[in-house]
């Protein structure tokens, strides 16, 4: 009788011990998923992936898109270009790279990231947005590529330096036809925050089909009446252009000499690291002095 006991108690001990080493197998660790492999073979459908991947770790790029920031920039000379201006990317040329990640614009091109989804290579879809995004977007493709996004990451940071006390109103006109200012849900709008711009459109809705961007009218422009007016060159409107609307020369900012004109690159669009800082000189620049007038 006693025996059978022990052999009872002996065999319930050693089940316990069975089950408790399984779940000890089975049990998830920090370590216990495996990495994914670093990119090896980058493609970037963006000017701005294309100089963050270059900077973090350039033997990672074997193709970029076209772009005039890069027409006359040494570094990327020799990298093969795989689209040019509106034109769509070029898939064959594209694969025939041999890419393990693809970087593209989360809306222009989603098709084609698609496509590469389904032939089983690896995507990134980016959209910078605000000044966050640049941030998380660094982080993004240095985990990707095995990099230290460290060194950019504190760089971005000297772009900004201290916001400035006593902004003036500020007003930043991108497009003359219709008349289109960026509220603060678009990088413009998140950059002159960034600096204590007072951003008169910030808060207003967007009806316009470009996002984080609203439609003005003269009458509105006149009822906020800006200290500073900040004209974006493109290649459909400059700040001559303007000169000819009724409300110009009726405005606070054109009467006290405080137009300035900004490249499309830095503050509309991002286009790449140095336009970026460019773009933020200027702002800290203008800003201050008028902040100390």
């Not at 920090?30 to 100089?51: I, M, Q």
């Not at 605000?130 to 950019?152: E, G, R, Y």
């Amino acid at each position: 009788m006693f025996r059978r006991w022990t052999m009872a108690i002996a065999t319930i001990v050693l089940s316990l011990v069975l089950i408790a080493c399984h779940a000890a197998t089975n049990q998830p660790t920090a370590n216990s998923t495996p990495s994914k492999k670093a990119a090896e073979r980058v493609v970037t459908l963006t000017s701005l992936s294309s100089d963050i991947v270059y900077q973090l770790n350039k033997s990672k790029l074997v193709g970029i898109t076209g772009s005039k920031l890069f027409d006359k920039d040494a570094r990327f000379q020799g990298i093969t270009q795989v689209s040019k201006g509106q034109a769509p990317p070029n898939l064959e040329k594209i694969v025939a790279l041999k890419p393990d990640l693809v970087v593209g614009n989360k809306d222009f091109h989603a098709q084609v990231l698609a496509k590469f989804k389904d032939l089983g290579i690896a995507t990134l879809a980016t959209k910078i947005d605000k000044w966050d995004d640049l941030t998380d977007i660094t982080k993004q493709l240095a985990q990707a590529i095995s990099a230290d996004p460290a060194p950019l990451l504190k760089r971005y940071q000297t772009f900004l330096g201290k916001s400035v006390s006593k902004a003036p109103s500020t007003l930043v006109l991108v497009s003359r036809q219709p008349i289109l200012a960026p509220n603060k849900n678009s990088w413009a709008g998140d950059l002159l925050s960034k600096f204590g711009a007072k951003n008169v459109v910030a808060d207003l809705q967007s009806q316009s089909p470009t996002g984080g961007y609203v439609t003005l009218s003269a009458e509105k422009i006149l009822q906020a009446n800006p200290d500073v007016l900040l004209v974006v060159d493109t290649e459909q409107t400059n700040a001559e252009q303007f000169k000819s609307e009724p409300f110009w020369n009726k405005l606070k900012a054109t009467q006290n000499k405080q137009v300035y004109v900004f490249d499309y690159y830095g503050l509309v669009n991002p286009g790449s690291i140095d336009k970026i800082e460019e773009a933020c000189t200027r702002l800290r620049e203008i800003l201050s002095a008028k902040a100390k007038v």
